[in-house]
């Protein structure tokens, strides 16, 4: 059995940073053979570690800490008015938490808005075999939150299970329904689940100040940060 203490990690070499220009990005792994449980992958979240698939990582370069760890209290959270409003207007999605599994209508979910909003990302271009690699193999606690209307699949968002919280692994959305902030609605559901789970933590992966497709995060306050080896609450105009 693993542990935190008998973890090995390996580095990257520097590779193109996904997020900003011109800047290079080191990956720190956890060992893939080592065998990550429920209460190793809640103690990895909390220092920070992300989860793709079966791989558990986090940014490790040398001259960059632009990528923040961030989790919110759900507890203390209070939606604001447009928060509100994401909400009211979504009155209609049915929402149900199923296994992690591959299904097609799942893929093409995915493959349409990685297609439509993501052609400058990793995940393009799409495949059954990334998709499968991506969101589905490797979880220990893993869900995916099913979002229809009128029975029709609209949005799906990958969740994983800690000990003190959910993680929020990746969401995605027909953008056909662009309007109705399906993205928000997302972790707004997912902070509702946490507080009937009793769970205290939602964790949104990471921040990077300068990426704009991240800024929803700091939208959901009070957000905290993992600065210097603590969590602690930030205030971001």
Known sequence: MSSLRTLVFFATPAHDCSYLDDREATTMFVDPRAHIDKKLYTQLTSLGFRRSGSHYYRPHCEACNACIPVRLNVNDFRPDRSQRRVMKKNTDVACKLVPAAFDESYYRLYANYVELRHKDGDM??????????????????????????????????????LEDGLSAIYTVFDPAYKQRSLGTFAVL???????????????????????RKMNYKTRFKPIEALQNGQWQTIEIA
């Not at 998709?131 to 589905?136: E, G, N």
């Not at 490797?138 to 029709?152: A, K, P, Q």
């Not at 559901?189 to 990426?211: A, F, N, V």
Request: aromatic residues 14%.
């Open 124 to 161: 393009y271009p799409p495949s059954r075999e990334q998709f499968t690699s991506f969101l589905v193999e490797g979880g220990t606690d893993s869900w995916f939150l099913e979002m229809r209307i009128n029975g029709v699949l609209v949005g799906l968002a990958a969740i994983d299970l």
């Open 189 to 211: 559901w997912q902070i509702e689940e946490s507080i009937r789970r009793s769970l205290p933590h939602l964790y949104l992966g990471y921040w990077i100040k300068q990426c």
